[in-house]
């Protein structure tokens, strides 16, 4: 697993990445809280003594990542790892993803971000559960190489199970988080902006600062600067024999950023996967940005996953957040 990207891009005063180099698997029915192993770059942050949470010591606007490496843990089985965030106990809304692995694909990769106001002593976690006994998240061990003086040495970073990463926003930054609790399936050939129901606003947990309220599935910024953009879908087939894939892209001002383009492929055997696309865009006050999908057929979206057991928050289809870092 490749660490954050993120770090680094915050000069902030609060900030921690841990990780995991254990393979894990969720208590089934009710999931567990993912156990960290080693801890990175930390400033303001404490670990949990049983070491499944963060403990804020500075309030504040958090940009939160944590990357899981799910995996069937046994050959010729199937399913899928749900996972989402737990502030102090409790399940967060609007932050749980799904990702599927099978005998073709037992190793991928799903990554879930969010923005959450954090108070002094509140102690964030990771969760997960898993559809099968056998499905969970994996270390591998770096392959070793012999040298010619007989030893072994590395060539190559482990493939770390989890990571976390946390970082504070500048009080007086430019930043949103809007998501949708809707399937939707974007327009033939032309695609369709992804749409956010105004109504759910208060449910989906949505942030805005300094941008005006999503409308139409467009944001219009308020404060020039650099923009980190991070957009999830869960990308999924509507129809049980369908397969196929989904495109998602940006658009400033109602034309296409050249390079923002990304795919994610969906069939009979992986219904649903996770679709993270992240960009860094200069944007001006008044310009417009939207997130625009489009499908290789009528049977693929993006879907909303309801009514799950044991507390799970429900999946939504899209989630995106923009903070402004220069």
């Given at each position: 697993m490749i660490s954050s990207i993120f770090f680094g891009l915050f000069a902030e005063d609060a900030y921690i990445q841990l990780s995991g180099e254990i393979t894990q698997i969720p208590t089934p029915l009710t999931g567990s809280l993912i156990l960290s192993s080693s801890k990175g770059p930390v400033l303001n942050f404490d670990v949990t003594p049983n070491k499944d949470g963060i403990v804020c010591q500075v309030p504040g606007t958090y940009l939160v990542f944590a990357a899981l490496q799910p995996a069937t843990l046994s050959r010729g089985i199937s399913g899928y790892l749900d996972t989402?965030?737990?502030?102090?106990?409790?399940?967060?809304?609007?932050?749980?993803?799904?990702?599927?692995?099978?005998?073709?694909?037992?190793?991928?990769?799903?990554?879930?971000?969010?923005?959450?106001?954090?108070?002094?002593?509140?102690?964030l976690s990771t969760a997960f559960l898993s559809s099968r006994p056998n499905i969970g998240i994996k270390f591998i061990q770096s392959p070793l190489t012999s040298t010619p003086n007989g030893l072994d040495k590395p060539i190559q970073p482990s493939v770390t199970s989890y990571i976390l990463s946390a970082y504070k926003i500048g009080e007086e930054g430019a930043y949103?988080?809007?998501?949708?609790?809707?399937?939707?399936?974007?327009?033939?050939?032309?695609?369709?902006?992804?749409?956010?129901?105004?109504?759910?606003?208060?449910?989906?947990?949505?942030?805005?600062?300094?941008?005006?309220?999503?409308?139409?599935?467009?944001?219009?910024?308020?404060?020039?600067?650099?923009?980190?953009?991070?957009?999830?879908?869960?990308?999924?087939?509507?129809n049980d024999k369908a397969s196929g894939y989904l495109d998602c892209w940006y658009e400033l001002n109602s034309k296409p950023i050249p390079s923002s383009n990304s795919r994610e492929y969906v069939n009979q055997d992986s219904k649903t996967s996770l679709l993270v696309n992240t960009f860094l865009i200069k944007?001006?006050?008044?310009?417009?940005?939207?997130?625009?999908?489009?499908?290789?057929g009528p049977d693929i979206g993006i879907i909303c996953i309801q009514n799950l057991p044991y507390n799970e928050p429900e999946i939504l289809s899209f989630g995106a957040s923009l903070v402004k870092i220069n």
């Open positions: 989402w965030f737990v502030l102090n106990g409790t399940a967060i809304s609007s932050s749980n993803d799904r990702q599927y692995v099978d005998e073709n694909s037992r190793l991928t990769l799903i990554t879930n971000g969010t923005l959450i106001e954090l108070k002094k002593d509140d102690v949103a988080q809007f998501a949708s609790n809707k399937t939707q399936t974007p327009l033939p050939n032309t695609g369709s902006f992804i749409t956010v129901e105004s109504s759910a606003t208060p449910i989906l947990g949505n942030i805005i600062s300094n941008f005006s309220p999503p409308a139409n599935g467009i944001v219009t910024c308020q404060v020039s600067g650099v923009y980190l953009v991070s957009t999830g879908l869960q990308v999924s087939v509507l944007l001006d006050k008044g310009d417009q940005l939207g997130i625009k999908i489009a499908a290789s």
